[in-house]
T-cell receptor
Framework: AQRVTQPEKLLSVFKGAPVELKCNYS??????LFWYVQYSRQRLQLLLR??SRESIKGFTADLNKGETSFHLKKPFAQEEDSAMYYC????????????FGPGTRLSVLP | NAGVTQTPKFQVLKTGQSMTLQCAQD?????MSWYRQDPGMGLRLIHY???????DQGEVPNGYNVSRSTTEDFPLRLLSAAPSQTSVYFC????????????FGEGSRLTVL
């Protein structure tokens, strides 16, 4: 059973609109959750991690243990946000083995 | 900054052939891993290594071998390629300090006919 789910394969929004990319997980312990992003013709890279409680490029994500969710949000989408977004759960002794969700492609329309 | 370098970027194999995907990193990272990316399934961990001489299996190890003779290199070997191994393969490394940041290579697209 998939432990990280992202229900939307594709999400299209207009520039300036709010965006929310959904992520749900199943994990018995205390989860470490991350969002990775892959822009066109670029490498997959870390966007943000829940433990840092940071905002990167205007994106935030809050871990909701009750709903087992880690949704990624941005109040005003920009065209340069168009990319593939992966939610990931860290596990293993080093916390470096990741279980990735299937990904959501965000398309921000002009 | 080279970071994580994967070769080749593209490869076409026939069923039964063997090949090695190369991965090298110049960041002195202890942790290295291989993932495969398939449509609708995200990235799945094949094998990983926490240091030279140490390797372990991930979620989908069957049909693949790895070795880690140096800190820098972590090759992935396909012993007898099958069409089910058609995928995009990513090598990634990390300092292993539990920061959650994996550094990825550009990917290798493999097609098995």
């Amino acid at each position: 059973a998939q432990r990280v789910t992202q229900p939307e394969k594709l999400l299209s929004v207009f520039k300036g609109a709010p965006v929310e990319l959904k992520c749900n997980y199943s994990y018995s312990g205390s989860p470490e959750l991350f969002w990775y992003v892959q822009y066109s013709r670029q490498r997959l890279q870390l966007l943000l991690r829940h433990i840092s409680r940071e905002s990167i490029k205007g994106f935030t994500a809050d871990l909701n243990k009750g709903e087992t969710s880690f949704h990624l949000k941005k109040p005003f989408a920009q065209e340069e946000d168009s990319a593939m977004y992966y939610c990931a759960l860290g596990e293993g002794d080093y916390g470096q083995n990741f279980v990735f969700g299937p990904g959501t492609r965000l398309s921000v329309l002009p | 900054n080279a970071g994580v370098t994967q070769t080749p970027k593209f490869q076409v194999l026939k069923t039964g052939q063997s090949m090695t995907l190369q991965c090298a990193q110049d960041m002195n990272h202890e942790y290295m891993s291989w993932y495969r990316q398939d449509p609708g399934m995200g990235l799945r961990l094949i094998h990983y290594s926490v240091g030279a001489g140490i390797t372990d299996q991930g979620e989908v190890p069957n049909g693949y071998n790895v070795s880690r003779s140096t800190t820098e290199d972590f090759p992935l070997r396909l012993l007898s390629a099958a069409p089910s191994q058609t995928s995009v393969y990513f090598c990634a490394s990390s300092s292993g300090q539990n920061t959650g940041e994996l550094f990825f290579g550009e990917g290798s697209r493999l097609t098995v006919l």
